[in-house]
């Protein structure tokens, strides 16, 4: 009876809402592309994810020439938690496999609480 039609229904509904996912991360792809990110870091301060001393801290011009990956992440984000720890051992691996300046990742935190931020980074082993 109706079963089939429910169910080609519910696959269409699937569809189209991995089509609409698709398209807003290619969509954001675009826009991450098009952030002239060098102006925007300018002489910025990056707080190393161990939570040291800001004056201790890197400025943006230790990425010049390197490959850089931005990652958006936050403690409350539980994809974002299990993906994580998958990323730090890739980067590690990265890191054995090429030359040191060959790769940085720079974590951008929605966690507002910097006492957060560094106790995820912390379990993650950033």
């Given amino acids: 009876g109706s079963r089939p039609a429910e169910l080609r229904s519910l696959t269409e509904a699937v569809s189209d809402t991995e089509a609409a996912v698709r398209g807003a991360r290619a969509s954001a792809v675009r826009a991450a592309a098009a952030v002239p990110w060098g102006e925007v870091l ?3 301060r990056l707080e ?3 939570g040291s001393a800001a004056a201790d801290a890197p400025g943006a011009e230790r990425l010049r020439g390197r490959v850089v990956g931005l ?4 403690s409350w984000c539980g994809p974002c938690r299990r993906f994580t720890p998958k990323l730090v051992q890739l980067y590690e691996a990265a890191a054995r496999a090429s030359p040191p300046d060959g790769l940085e990742l720079v974590l951008v935190s929605w966690d507002e609480i910097g ?3 560094r106790e995820y980074a912390r379990q993650a082993g950033m």
Avoid: L
Avoid at 71 to 74: D, K, L
């Fill in 115 to 117: 006492d957060e931020r």
């Fill in 71 to 74: 990652y958006f992440t936050a």
């Fill in 48 to 50: 190393p994810a161990t």
């Fill in 42 to 44: 300018g002489s910025s």
